[in-house]
């Protein structure tokens, strides 16, 4: 990792031949074996990435996140992971890392995520499930379905 537009904190595990692009920034994350991440891509600490997965340009990947195997996430894809996000407390304090909740989120083997799509946290996408590009994902989506929209709607199983 000797790119200067490249960071990948020492926290990082990465598996065998994952192919990282520049200007990516992972630190206290997994990253599975022959996994692609594109360029500006920023995948954070406690997320577990599997193997096989590609991860298109400008997605950012938060804590709590888990990406199971062979799963595809495209350009500009956002997570979430709090519910009620804040910068600061109720008495004007600044928040810090114990002022939150993480809810994580799950994608499943073989799921495939639109470009620009928002998934807020809490959700699982199911195995083989397919998100339209565009869409927000408020609740789970079953495996092998294919939802679109905001929010997400069911369209159809794939069978």
């Known amino acids: 990792m000797s790119e200067p537009s490249l960071r990948v ?12 692009i520049a200007f990516a920034n992972l630190y206290g994350c997994e990253i599975g074996d022959e996994t692609f991440i594109g360029p500006f891509v920023e995948i954070q600490s406690d997320v577990r ?8 340009s400008h997605t950012f990947i938060c804590s709590g996140v888990t990406i199971e195997d062979e799963a595809f996430i495209g ?8 519910r009620f996000p804040r910068s600061t407390n109720d008495d ?5 890392g114990s002022d939150w ?6 994608v499943g083997r073989r799921a495939s995520i639109g470009s620009n ?10 195995e083989e499930a397919v998100v339209g590009a565009g869409s927000v994902v408020t609740k789970n989506v079953p495996a092998r379905t ?9 369209l159809r199983k794939i069978t």
């Open 9 to 20: 904190a020492p926290s990082v595990k990465l598996g065998k031949n994952v192919r990282l």
């Open 49 to 56: 990435v599997g193997r096989r997965v590609k991860i298109q």
């Open 75 to 82: 350009h500009g894809v956002m997570f979430t992971n709090d």
């Open 92 to 96: 004007g304090s600044v928040k810090g």
């Open 101 to 106: 909740k993480c809810e994580p989120t799950v």
């Open 117 to 126: 799509v928002t998934i807020l946290c809490g959700v699982t996408v199911g």
């Open 146 to 154: 294919i939802v679109a929209g905001n929010p997400a709607r069911i």
